[in-house]
């Protein structure tokens, strides 16, 4: 186990490094000029000219290459180009609303989902089963932003439980956290729910179907014993990979979301610095979802081992 | 045993101790008193010479000052300076800068900090740099007097360094001022009202200010940018939110007090709400700029681009972008309506009624034989992507014009508008902007109206005329005679085309009524003093 983690951690290097090169030849040959965008819009093409040149803009691609590679090297992603703050520092400003909204959607949705899913396939081909998959197409079809607009409507205009957006960091209490972050948990759990329901339901009535299942039933084990301890452990190799691959998702990119409720989180970093053409935030954002990525994804395979003992690394 | 349960009561302890305490600063910022506003964009930038972004002219004004300030009536007043005298040749000024000037960092203001933020700021700033084309000297004679010699009598001075706008002349440090203007300063120490809190501040979600208790405001009674900037507050709060929509509903829930820029759209929304109150002040506005590239074939020709007066009709833009017929104004002004320089002189073929067989004929004389007209279209702007939409179609109404709309975000836009290369190797032909009426209504401030050929805006209009006439207009030495000009300028424009200005909209400002008073009324960059919490 431990040499196949070495082999995979050591196999996200050149990872990095056909990432690092391809974010950055794809940032810089896409049209665009964040020395216009800082000049504005009264500039003139001289002063654009000058803070282009100021900031290095002019200098040859493969220059340009070099000084980003050296940076990334030493550990440095960067600052800004327009607010001159480090890359890092930006990161971790939106790091705790990130790692909240994702944590909050993944319980609200595991919390829901499961049960749903493995309901669904207890009860396939019934009315109960219809009512899932259709909450779970509904969940799918219905876009998050209008979700949200229909939650913010309810809950923070007409009822006022809860606020129309922001986030309130841990560090002035988790009743004030948990209140700031229930909406968007709620809409944007809608469709990690209809996800991983869908999957629990698919995985859960193959499983259901297997020979040992039959025989745990016809030795007498109670339905939520064969439920829960037979199958759903069995089922869980997909679930688990869903889930992971939601986390990442829900780290690297709820930009919708994010702008919906005004939370400060790296999906609305990353958007706003590609539309600002913000060079170094692109570049180090990119870095370090990949690095993400190839974390989530080597905890996923480990996970496997616990629920499938056949599985070995 | 017992030591686990003493570690266990040592971190009972400290949770409560930690609990008390954050109760406690809750408490107190609780009883500050906190004004929360969403503006029309988030400071990303800390230098408000570095760009002319007017955010950074709104984040300037919060915590720098200066010499001079326009009023509600957009007069210009002293505001840093305390007395002034003015040579009998109208080409010496000796400012005196009054009593109790000091920075956030404690230090006095002083002459010297003046004339090198005036110098910093004259190397980056339109109307700065004109002014500085015409001054002789600029020097510091003692800690509060300067002397500003110019070579000719230049009658903008005291206008320029009231401006408002973007890219206001806001006095810095010294340390700060001869920083290279190309450059991003990185201290941010000004003698305003407000001071900076650089550790709340988070790019692309909040800044915070607090107030300068060591602040000394005029005695006279705010008006626009100048009188007596009186902080009421303890704290004020840019929240950006980037969503109209999330913005219009924490107004209405009272979650922020003061919201500058509302979505035309959801304004009866907001105005069906006894405790909202929308506010716009007569020269504020938008208007909207047509810009026709004159290096190029079909614009190059002058016929061409006054063909295009007979095509564009201006009251779809409105109707399209400000539906509220209150907010519009059908303007034929390259100044903009409801200010001082107001004319319509030359404007006939626009205002007059469309007429595509004149406009065939005008370009057919222009050479024009179905080439492919590139149209950069941004998508992503509230204002740019409708009008874009608005125009292409009224070029297709036309039916003789080749047009190759190219889709692309606004980022790329402004990157693109740069290349003077012909179209088919990565030029263009026409691109919409817009500009405020406050700029718009100065000829030397008025950037997009320059035809200055190769030191002009995109587009690079050409015309020594004119530019003759803006020279001096800005010699001018009184109202009258600017205003006489102005009649000139115009016709001039209207006979060149340096672009076609194809709408003016006004944008009102919605705030609590019921959470806040005292909002003063400006045309741009909204003051924050004077602003009382109830």
């Not at chain 1, 669904?120 to 509904?138: I, P, Q």
């Not at chain 2, 930038?45 to 955010?55: E, G, K, R, S």
């Not at chain 2, 206008?159 to 700060?176: C, Y």
């Not at chain 2, 060591?214 to 980037?242: L, N, Q």
């Amino acid at each position: 186990m431990t040499a196949y983690i070495v082999r995979r951690l050591l196999a996200t290097i050149p990872v990095m490094i056909v990432v690092a090169l391809f974010v950055f030849l794809l940032l810089h040959l896409t049209p665009g000029d964040p020395a216009a965008v800082i000049a504005g819009d009264d500039a003139s093409p001289a002063d654009i000219e000058g803070v282009r040149r100021k900031l290095g803009l002019d200098r040859p691609i493969w220059e340009q290459f070099g000084i980003y590679v050296m940076n990334l090297l030493r550990g440095d992603l960067g600052t800004s180009i327009f607010s001159n703050l480090p890359v890092m520092t930006l990161v971790k400003q939106r790091l705790e609303p990130s790692l909240v909204l994702a944590v909050s959607t993944l319980v609200v949705a595991i919390t829901v989902a499961i049960p749903m899913g493995v309901i669904a396939a207890w009860k396939a081909r019934t009315l109960v089963d219809r009512v899932v998959m259709g909450f779970s197409v509904l969940g799918f079809a219905v876009p998050v932003f209008l979700v949200g607009y229909l939650l913010i409507y309810v809950f923070a205009i007409e009822l006022r439980w809860l606020p129309v957006q922001g986030y309130k960091p841990l560090s002035q209490g988790v009743w004030q956290t948990l209140r700031s972050i229930t909406l968007p948990a709620i809409a944007l759990g809608m469709v990690y729910t209809a996800l991983i329901a869908r999957i629990t339901r698919a995985s859960m009535l193959e499983v259901l179907s297997e020979d040992y299942i039959r025989t745990a039933r016809a030795k007498g084990v109670a339905t939520p014993g064969v439920l829960l301890h037979h199958a759903l452990k069995n089922a869980a190799v997909p679930i688990v990979t869903v889930i992971g691959i939601g986390l990442t998702l829900l780290i690297s990119g709820v930009v919708l979301t994010e702008t919906v409720f005004n939370i400060p989180g790296l999906g609305r970093l990353t958007v706003d610095a590609i539309l600002k053409r913000d060079y170094p935030i692109v570049q180090g954002l990119i870095i370090l979802f990949a690095a993400v990525k190839v974390l989530v994804n080597l905890l996923i395979d480990i996970s496997y081992t616990f629920f499938d003992p056949r599985i070995r690394y | 045993m017992l030591t686990r349960m003493r570690r266990s009561g040592l971190r009972l302890a400290v949770a409560l101790l930690t609990a008390t305490m954050a109760f406690g600063s809750l408490q107190a910022l609780a009883q500050e008193k906190v004004l929360r506003a969403v503006m029309h964009a988030d400071v990303r930038t800390l230098d408000p010479f570095w760009t002319t972004q007017t955010i950074a002219g709104i984040h300037g004004l919060m915590i720098y000052d200066t010499l001079f300030s326009s009023d509600a009536e957009l007069q210009p007043q002293p505001q840093m300076v305390d007395t002034w005298t003015v040579s009998d040749d109208r080409k010496t000024y000796t400012f005196m800068l009054r009593d109790g000037l000091k920075f956030h960092d404690g230090t006095p203001v002083t002459s010297k900090d003046v004339v090198a933020s005036m110098n910093r700021w004259g190397k980056r700033d339109g109307a700065g740099k004109q002014l500085m084309s015409y001054t002789k000297s600029l020097t510091a004679k003692d800690d509060k007097t300067f002397e500003w010699v110019l070579s000719e009598p230049y009658g903008l001075l005291i206008d320029t360094l009231a401006k408002t706008g973007t890219s206001i002349p806001f006095v810095m440090r010294e340390a700060e001022a001869m920083v290279d203007p190309f450059e991003q300063i990185k201290e941010v120490v000004g003698s305003g009202p407000f001071m900076f809190k650089r550790d709340e501040w988070v790019p692309g979600n909040k800044t915070v200010y607090v107030k300068f208790k060591d602040y000394v405001p005029r005695k006279e009674p705010a008006s626009g940018h100048a009188g007596g900037k009186v902080v009421k507050v303890d704290r004020v709060e840019f929240i950006w939110m980037s969503d109209p929509q999330t913005a219009q509903s924490a107004l209405m829930a009272g979650e922020i007090d003061y919201l500058e820029n509302p979505k035309p759209d959801f304004l009866p929304l907001l105005g069906a709400n006894p405790d909202i109150k929308l506010e716009v002040h007569p020269a504020a506005g938008t208007m909207g700029i047509l810009q026709l590239n004159h290096l190029h074939p079909p614009f190059n020709n002058v016929k061409a681009r006054q063909a295009m007066y007979y095509i564009i009709n201006n009251a779809d833009y409105l109707n399209t972008i400000a539906a509220d017929p209150n907010l519009q104004t059908l303007c034929y002004s390259y100044f903009g309506c409801g200010v001082a320089m107001e004319t319509t002189a030359g404007s006939e073929p626009y205002s007059g009624p469309k007429d595509y067989k004149k406009a065939e004929q005008l370009f057919k004389e222009a050479g024009y034989n179905g080439e492919p007209i590139t149209i950069l279209h941004a998508t992503d702007h509230a204002y740019i992507n409708p009008a874009n939409l608005v125009m292409i179609q009224q070029l297709r109404k036309a039916g003789f014009l080749n047009l190759d709309v190219q889709a692309m975000d606004w980022g790329s836009v402004v990157a693109r508008r740069a290349k003077k290369e012909v179209p088919a190797e990565g030029g263009w032909n026409i691109f919409i902007t817009g500009t405020t009426v406050l700029t718009s209504s100065n000829p030397i401030t008025h950037t997009s109206i320059g035809m200055g050929c190769d030191k002009a805006w995109f587009g690079w209009p050409c015309d020594s005329v004119f530019e003759d006439l803006r020279k001096e207009w800005a010699f001018a030495p009184d109202l009258d005679t600017r205003k006489r000009l102005a009649v000139e300028l115009s016709k001039r424009a209207y006979d060149q085309v340096p672009y076609i200005s194809f709408a003016q909209w006004r944008n009102p400002v919605a705030y609590r009524s019921d959470m806040i008073s005292g909002v003063l009324s400006v045309p741009s960059v909204p003051p924050m003093w004077n602003i009382e919490k109830k």
